[in-house]
């Protein structure tokens, strides 16, 4: 169980993660996996072991297989030597001579004892097969691994981890440094090492030493071995110990690593670096992409909200008035013979207006459709303010009467006239809109006051229309003018209207290169503001 597990932990395992054969993210795979890779590492040992009883055991005493063992795991001496004491020794040789001298190993050795014919081809009564097979597998090992480094480059990584552990212990980056032992390198060198790596920070760190130290920061002053030391360790917690190490031995020291074997360290490490920071880079951008992504969502399924809340206030607008117009029409024809001529020029009125209503809400949603396609065409053409604003209040007399509206006209006494170049019926449309808005959102129980003025400023005309309605709240003032928000204002009954009339406002005084704003506390009424360009004045 012991040999399956090892087995298991340290070759099965690491094989299939390296091959992508398991999923590390899937926790039921992996489980599943390991007990497989486990199950499998007990039946191998268990079939091995019956082959070897079967085959070697009967035929080879106990101590040859102990021997035959011990020339095996030496295959790895060459190597662990080599790269302990040799500083050209490379990855890519120590592969090669471990395969090389198992391969020689197990030709001399394992595979005689598992095939006759093949130990008569080796036989030598002279002398014993393991000092033998030791001897030409660790010689062709040492062949290859000395071969094979010779002619290959070391990595970045390999000349790192042999400046930590070659070097000899006068220069070793173990070493610590004397007292008395100074360098001939400036803090300046120092900071500018780590600038490369800490940018900005590198600086504020030495400064902050140096403080620390009762001392005041001097670039040019010879960096003493403290300050060395300390910086090292901090070069160490961006690049690791061994890395630092050796990048010091080399600059503080002048040893170890060439000068082209530290700049393509330096280089290769700047490459990581930069690497790492377009990852952090891009991580942060796909955050900020998500989290828009996600604001973007809520304000899709509130646009879709008010969708669904225009269309339920629209469909009801729709048939109020038509219910009005098919039950009195419908009096109308099966009683028209009984009823007063009064009462029918009443039911004929009423027809008449709910009529208009209807044509007054279908002339908005065609409207926004046209001003939402850019459709709609102007027509603009030059006129007073005062005759378009006559021609407002004409149209909404019989409305301000039935409610009672007080109305203070102080265009009338505007002077001198402004003649402004306008579409004349959508500026129209949007000064009857705002009038309609103040006698719907009327307080209750208050007298319903409106004011109308206008006044110059600069080379634009700023027209106001004020109430001392409900009011609207401050965090309204903004959104009012979208589209379908009218189911938010802060009425006790629902409005009559589509939700679309102060959105068709300020699309119409935009086209005419204007602004729309309010002023506005609940209960206390609002004030509607928009800018038009003036012309000349008359």
């Known amino acids: ?305 008010m969708k669904d809340d225009f269309v339920s206030t629209v469909t009801h607008e729709l048939r109020t008035p038509l219910t009005s117009i098919k039950s009195l029409s419908q009096i109308l024809k099966e009683r028209k013979d009984s009823l007063p001529a009064e009462r029918q020029a009443q039911f004929l009125a009423v027809i008449f207006k709910e009529s208009q209503r209807l044509g007054r809400l279908i002339d908005e949603v065609l409207d926004f459709q046209r001003l939402e396609q850019r459709k709609m065409s102007f027509s603009y053409s030059r006129f007073l303010v005062q005759e378009l604003l006559a021609d407002v209040l004409l149209i909404l007399e019989e409305s301000m009467q039935q409610n009672g509206v007080t109305l203070e006209n102080k265009l009338q006494s505007l002077r001198p006239n402004y003649i402004i170049e306008a579409d004349y019926d959508r500026l129209k449309q949007v000064l009857i809109n705002l009038i309609s808005n103040a006698i719907k959102f009327k307080q209750a129980g208050r007298p319903l006051r409106i004011q109308i003025d206008a006044e110059k400023n600069g080379k634009e005309l700023i027209f106001s229309v004020s109430d001392n309605g409900i009011g609207i709240p401050n965090e309204l003032h903004q959104s009012i003018f979208e589209q379908f928000k009218q189911g938010q204002l802060p009425s006790r009954d629902k409005p009559k209207g589509s939700g679309l009339g102060l959105a068709i406002c300020k699309q119409i005084i935009e086209q005419h290169r204007g602004h729309i704003w309010l002023s506005s506390q609940p209960n206390f009424g609002s004030t509607f503001y928009f800018s038009i360009p003036l012309t000349t004045k008359k």
Not at 26 to 52: G, P
Not at 82 to 90: D, I, K, N, V
Not at 103 to 115: R, S
Not at 154 to 181: C, G, M, R
């Open 1 to 305: 169980m012991a040999l399956s597990t090892m087995v298991t932990s340290n070759l099965l395992i690491p094989i299939l993660i390296r091959t992508k054969a398991i999923d590390l993210n899937k926790a039921q795979q992996l489980s599943s996996s390991i007990v497989f890779a486990r199950r499998a590492a007990v039946a191998f040992t268990i079939l091995w072991a019956y082959i070897y009883f079967k085959i070697i055991a009967n035929s080879t005493p106990l101590v040859d297989t102990g021997w035959v063992s011990f020339v095996g795991i030496a295959q790895l001496a060459p190597a662990m030597l080599g790269g302990l004491f040799w500083r050209s020794a490379t990855k890519a040789g120590a592969k090669a001579g471990i395969l090389a001298g198992f391969i020689v190993w197990g030709a001399m050795l394992p595979l005689p004892a598992l095939w006759p014919d093949w130990a008569a081809l080796l036989a030598d009564s002279e002398q014993h097969p393991v000092p033998r097979a030791a001897f030409w597998s660790l010689l062709t090992n040492l062949i290859f691994y000395v071969g094979v480094s010779l002619r290959s480059k070391p990595s970045a990584l390999e000349l790192t981890q042999a400046a930590l552990f070659i070097d000899d212990e006068d220069h070793s980056p173990f070493a610590e440094p004397e007292e008395d032992d100074h360098s001939q390198i400036l803090n300046h060198d120092i900071v500018a090492l780590l600038s490369r790596f800490m940018s900005e920070q590198a600086l504020e760190w030495a400064k902050q030493f140096f403080e620390e130290k009762g001392k005041a920061y001097q670039p040019m002053s010879l960096a003493n071995n403290q300050f060395i030391q300390a910086a090292e360790n901090t070069l160490g917690g961006v690049l690791g110990t061994a890395s630092a190490r050796a990048i010091f031995a080399s600059m503080v020291k002048q040893k170890p690593i060439g000068q082209k074997q530290l700049f393509k360290m330096l280089q290769e490490t700047e490459a990581l670096l930069r690497y790492t920071r377009e990852i952090e880079s891009k991580s942060a951008i796909l955050q900020r992409t998500q989290a828009e992504l996600q604001q973007a969502n809520e304000q899709l399924k509130e646009l879709a909200q």
